[in-house]
């Protein structure tokens, strides 16, 4: 039967308190159960002023207010003050009832700017959540997986000039040449002369956002990014993360985030894909006795018909190649890049009857190259073979990838509207916190475990002990 409603409720007066508005199974409801936001108050203590000025907003509430744009991905903090002053559940997450006034939406960006701006309180945010599921038990960090994603930069594609900048030298680059000094010596070659020249490069910089970079991969459009490197154990914890240049390979930035992040842990082994494979990561890793889970990589190039790089067997005790017609191919010499150089006969190659499977070069002769560091990747290839290696990189999908999913798609991390690096980190380490804060609540929530009383105490203690300070102020 077609029933009209004619009668309009809506400015009917109701006895209702806003707790019974909010639904029990509400994610909030099961973040203000399970989280103590506490901490807060330590982290904040040296950057008010208790004996001048009017009073603040509670601390808890303002970084409550960040929290709740970034656990649902709302886009800007003006659209976040919005929805707060028609959502019922964010009001009472905030501990405001009906009546109150909602901060404006500058309120934090003047905070940050006077108090928050170039500090670590946003990293030991992200450190403390984590620390807090610890506690309970839920994060295993001696296996880890490592992988970087891609956020757009709040930057014109075409608003950019090209600079010429002098190349940088790489982290291991003293290491390596002292490698390759001793490599030559016991191979009775000759020390290479110094070199002086300084490699410039060309970079296509951005005019709006000069610390992001140009990045461009498979049909993705060319961009301005920033890169996120990020690591997670096998339950999907978000260990770490930092921001680089969009513009950097993932064997660049890595080395810097493990010395800054990684080290940090106590790790045992570091699951990555294979932009990470390469001889100087292998090498650094093992070396602090962990082991790279690596996964298969097809040799580079266009392969005609010939023979594979496996066909070519080397033999570690007299450090030469075993060609497929059993025909040596004798080392030669060790290069400025730490790669060593093996090269066959060419009298005998000119009259192999498989040359052209071979090599294409006119001298006739195959030249196959061997990084001094080589043998780091075949313990990593040892590895990959055995079941639990196999199973291990399989687990990617199931952590770091699923995590970069969940970000991209409920919590805005495609892009950022933030300029500069810093800002960016801030982003990435409020954006996890808020993803392991909402995995801690409703892991918790499932146990029925809650908060110990004597934090609830203690939050309790630490917010009438600030509001009694500034009472005293100004009455």
């Known amino acids: 039967m077609l029933h009209k409603n004619d009668e309009n409720r809506v400015n009917q007066v109701q006895m209702v308190?806003?707790?019974?508005?909010?639904?029990e199974s509400h994610l909030l409801r099961?973040?203000?159960?399970?989280?103590?936001?506490s901490f807060i108050y330590d982290l904040i203590e040296d950057k008010y002023c208790l004996d001048n000025g009017k009073p603040s907003i509670d601390p808890i509430v303002l970084f409550k207010i960040i929290f709740l744009k970034y656990i649902f991905g709302i886009k800007s903090m003006r659209e976040t003050i919005r929805e707060i002053e028609v959502n019922v559940a964010y009001r009472w997450f905030l501990g405001?009832?009906?009546?109150?006034?909602?901060?404006?939406f500058t309120t934090y960006g003047q905070n940050y700017k006077r108090r928050f701006k170039e500090t670590d309180i946003f990293e030991k945010i992200f450190v403390n959540i984590l620390s807090q599921a610890e506690k309970q038990g839920f994060v295993d960090e001696k296996i880890q997986f490592v992988d970087s994603t891609h956020v757009k930069a709040h930057a014109n594609r075409h608003k950019n000039i090209e600079v010429k900048i002098e190349k940088k030298a790489k982290k291991y680059h003293s290491q390596l040449n002292e490698e390759i000094k001793k490599d030559r010596e016991l191979k009775g070659k000759k020390e290479l002369s110094p070199?002086?020249?300084t490699e410039v490069v060309k970079k296509v910089e951005s005019t709006t956002d000069k610390e992001s970079g140009l990045f461009h991969k498979g049909e993705h459009k060319e961009v301005f990014a920033y890169s996120v490197q990020t690591s997670c154990d096998k339950n999907g914890w978000v260990l770490a993360c930092r921001s680089y240049a969009g513009n950097l390979h993932d064997s660049e930035t890595f080395m810097d985030f493990y010395e800054k992040d990684l080290k940090k842990f106590e790790v045992r082994k570091i699951v990555m894909d294979g932009g990470y494979k390469t001889p100087a990561i292998a090498k650094m890793l093992i070396d602090d006795k962990i082991q790279p889970v690596l996964p298969y990589t097809r040799s580079k190039g266009k392969r005609k018909e010939g023979f594979y790089p496996r066909d070519y067997v080397y033999d570690e005790y007299y450090d030469c190649y075993i060609c497929p017609e059993n025909e040596i191919i004798k080392y030669s010499t060790t290069t400025r890049e730490g790669y060593r150089e093996y090269k066959s006969d060419r009298k005998k190659c000119s009259k192999c009857k498989n040359l052209d499977k071979c090599t294409e070069s006119k001298n006739k002769q195959k030249v196959i190259t061997r990084h001094i560091w080589k043998n780091y990747l075949e313990e990593c290839e040892e590895y990959r073979y055995t079941k639990r290696g196999k199973e291990e990189y399989k687990r990617r999908k199931e952590t770091i990838e699923r995590t970069f999913g969940t970000v991209k798609e409920y919590h805005g991390f495609r892009y950022t509207n933030e300029k500069g690096k810093a800002k960016m980190q801030i982003k990435a380490l409020l954006t996890f916190a808020c993803l392991n804060m909402k995995k801690l609540a409703n892991m918790m929530s499932r146990l029925g475990r809650k908060r110990p009383n004597f934090l609830i105490f203690k939050e309790i203690y630490k917010k009438f002990k600030i509001l009694t300070k500034f009472q005293m102020i100004f009455n």
């Not at 308190?17 to 639904?23: A, N, Q, R, W, Y």
């Not at 405001?96 to 404006?104: A, G, N, T, V």
């Open 17 to 23: 308190s806003i707790d019974s508005l909010v639904p």
């Open 30 to 37: 099961k973040i203000d159960e399970t989280i103590d936001f």
């Open 96 to 104: 405001y009832d009906f009546y109150d006034k909602i901060p404006h």
């Open 195 to 197: 070199t002086n020249r």
